[in-house]
């Protein structure tokens, strides 16, 4: 069945909104890939037509939705349009690129503090005990943490419900930064969001702090575990 609405609210990063039915109720998810026409961003108060998808146990959510008065799906856009597109594409694309630039490092350099932690890890064997334990559960931290921004990213890519960012922000604080760093590289994901990658950055610093602390003199001074 058709419905119609309006776009009340509309994220083009991540590429998802809300629309508040015209027959009022709850607002309806729509990711851009439900557009029949996902080149043409939509943007907020936008009118929308739409067909309702609501899986069982989960909130409604539109497919096959449409700008209306956007024109026939496959009819010549403007040349304004054509011209807006690609300068709109290389504006996001810019900012994504200065948000990420200025809430930490970046790319390569970022992975450097994988190996980096492996050091740190051998130098406080040496000086003060066993921290084999400590290195596998990273490596177990970080398989969970990559597994679940994959999984995240899927969810993002098919308009389903997405994880709390608080929940991967306390994946990276108890050890699984590594693989966060990982699933930022190779998947793209989480990468060029500023708010999310300060705290995460945070996260890194503060476990750090932490590992050093636990196998300080300090540490076991007080009886803190050690793995």
């Not at 809300?18 to 729509?30: H, L, R, S, T």
């Not at 334990?133 to 995240?152: E, H, I, K, P, Q």
Request: hydrophobic share 45%.
């Amino acid at each position: 069945m058709l419905l119609e609405g309006t776009l009340q609210s509309w994220n083009d990063e991540r590429g998802f909104g809300f629309i508040a039915p015209d027959g009022g109720g709850p607002q309806v998810f729509v990711h851009i890939s439900a557009f029949q026409n996902p080149a043409a961003r939509p943007q907020a108060r936008q009118r929308l037509s739409y067909e309702l998808d609501k899986p069982a146990g989960d909130k409604p959510r539109a497919s096959r939705a449409r700008v209306l008065g956007a024109g026939a799906p496959g009819a010549a856009a403007s040349p304004a349009s054509h011209t807006a597109r690609p300068r709109a594409a290389a504006a996001r694309t810019q900012r994504q690129a200065t948000s990420a630039a200025r809430s930490g490092p970046s790319g390569g350099a970022a992975l450097l503090l994988i190996p980096t932690l492996a050091i740190l890890l051998l130098g406080l064997g040496l000086c003060f005990g066993s921290t084999w334990r400590a290195a596998g559960w990273y490596v177990l931290a970080s398989l969970v943490t990559f597994a679940w921004y994959a999984w995240d990213k899927a969810a993002a890519q098919q308009g389903h419900w997405r994880t709390p960012e608080k929940h991967l922000w306390l994946l990276g604080l108890l050890g699984g930064w590594p693989g966060a760093l990982l699933a930022q590289r190779w998947l793209r994901h989480k990468s060029s969001k500023r708010d999310f990658l300060q705290v995460f950055w945070l996260t890194v610093l503060l476990n750090l702090v932490a590992l050093c602390l636990l196998f300080s003199p300090l540490g076991q001074r007080f009886g803190l575990p050690t793995f």
